[in-house]
């Protein structure tokens, strides 16, 4: 059978994979950001899923104003590099898991939530940049991956509370799966940010970092705020933290955050990232149930856990409102 082990989120800021496809991940400015996945890259090693659904969202590469689907699942063998403005990124095609996405398919469908069904889709940013922070920059991906599009580009965009049903039924569509498989769900996108108009440059710490302590402890509160908290509180482009609400949805209602990182700024975004673990988990080299269990309680586990102790540089800049100047 196969499970949902643990849930991810990350930003995608297209500046990080600039970054890492310019070479400059060793520039002060950004070592602050890659720092804070170096101890993720070790827990994605360690953890070693079998397949990742990475739900994302497109930035006019696959999906243009012709033709706005809510939910897109990519049932597709192969998802090739797309990108806006520079073009593909110099990173790996990703490989999909066609049985598994289409048995979701067909099982959250059933279950009343119409996915579009898409076997042919190029991948941009919104993907690849989470899948470089996770597992840096390898010649293939490690894994088999499932997209999974969202549209938060062109109103209205999915309600947080829709999301997190999706995230149920996804994880009850992998549950019924029958292989063996230990899958990892990534929520991407965020945090707060608004990329134009008068608000550019916003960012509100306060905000996201309640997010984050939200997500961990009671995402059915996160699921009731309405767009235009959304809009007021993290920007116009806050709006993309309802990804991280279907990842949220496909864990258990209990979860043990293994680690949290956040920092301001990356480009004009809040970059936040957390590491949920479903606490009946099992890794591939299976623990004594004796261990299992022993791990430190509380909201930041992270930081009494010694293997993803949190970086020091993760503090971001305090809480409250920050309106940068536009750049
Ligand atoms: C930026 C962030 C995004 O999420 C995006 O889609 C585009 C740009 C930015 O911070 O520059
Ligand atoms: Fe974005």
Redesign the pocket.
């Known amino acids: 059978m196969a499970r949902i082990i643990a849930g991810v989120t990350s ?5 990080i994979g600039a970054a890492i496809d310019n070479r400059k991940t060793g520039e002060p400015y950004w070592q602050r950001v890659f720092s804070g996945f170096e101890k993720s890259k070790e827990w994605m090693e360690k953890t070693k899923p079998d397949v990742v659904i990475a739900v994302y969202n497109d ?1 006019a590469s696959a999906f243009s104003v012709e033709l706005i689907p809510t939910f897109a699942l990519g049932c597709a063998a192969e998802f090739p590099p797309a990108d806006e403005g520079w073009g593909p990124r110099p990173v790996p095609v990703v490989k999909g898991h066609p049985a598994l996405a289409s048995h979701i398919a067909q099982s959250v469908i059933l279950d009343e939530f119409d996915l579009t069904i898409v076997n042919r889709m190029e991948v941009d940013h ?1 993907l690849t940049v989470p899948l470089n922070l996770m597992f840096g920059s390898p010649k293939e991906w490690p894994c088999p991956v499932i997209p999974l599009a969202v549209n938060v580009v062109m109103y209205p965009p999915p309600t947080g509370h829709r999301c997190y049903m999706l995230g149920r039924a996804i994880r009850k569509a992998v549950a019924s799966y029958p292989e063996d498989l230990r899958v990892v769900i990534m929520g991407t ?1 965020g945090m707060s ?1 608004q ?1 134009s108009g008068p608000r550019a440059g916003l960012i509100n710490s306060k905000f996201d970092k309640a997010f984050l302590d939200g997500l961990t402890r009671d995402p059915r509160k996160l699921a009731r705020i309405p767009h235009v908290e959304y809009m007021r509180e993290a920007g116009a ?1 806050g709006i ?1 933290m309802v990804m991280w609400l279907i990842m949220r949805g496909a864990l258990d209602d209990k979860v043990k955050e293994v680690y949290r990182f956040y920092t301001v ?5 809040a970059v936040g990232h957390i590491i949920l673990e479903n606490v009946q988990r099992t890794t591939k080299s299976r623990r004594p149930a004796s261990a299992r269990g022993s791990a430190p309680k509380g909201r930041r586990a992270a930081a009494a856990s010694p293997t993803l102790p949190s970086p020091a540089s993760g503090g971001g800049k305090g809480g409250g409102l920050i309106v940068r100047s536009k750049r």
């Open positions: 930003s995608h800021v297209p500046a930035h919104g996108g940010h990329i482009e993309e700024p990356a480009s004009n975004t």
